[in-house]
């Protein structure tokens, strides 16, 4: 993505996060999120353009909706118990909760 350094580069200014613009984790990190998202909305019914500016039809499998709760309340779950005790582990249950459910529609 090209997007990722100048994000980087945001998050590395704000104090609150701890991040420094050389550390490839905090590049990885923000590559992945951009990623993950165009593929989850390609996966909706209503698609995106994942080769924008190209001329193309947004490309749309149609396998989830677009507010899906099933989809979110793992993930939603996984972050609240994370804030409340700092287990990543909620993280990762949450987030295979969420996935799986994905690959279920899929």
């Known amino acids: 993505m090209i997007g990722t350094p100048f ?33 989850l909305d390609a996966m909706t019914i209503y698609g995106t353009q994942l080769f924008w500016p190209l001329p193309t039809h947004p490309i749309g499998i149609g396998s989830i909706f677009i507010i899906d709760l099933l989809y979110t309340i793992p993930l939603l779950v996984g972050v609240i118990w994370f804030l409340s005790n700092r287990s990543i582990k909620a993280i990762h249950i949450g987030l295979t909760l969420s996935s799986f459910y994905l690959l279920w529609c899929f």
């Open 7 to 39: 994000f980087a580069w945001i998050f590395s200014k704000i104090k609150f996060f701890k991040v420094q613009f050389k550390d490839p984790q905090i590049h990885i990190l923000i590559f992945l999120a951009l990623i993950t998202h165009m593929i």
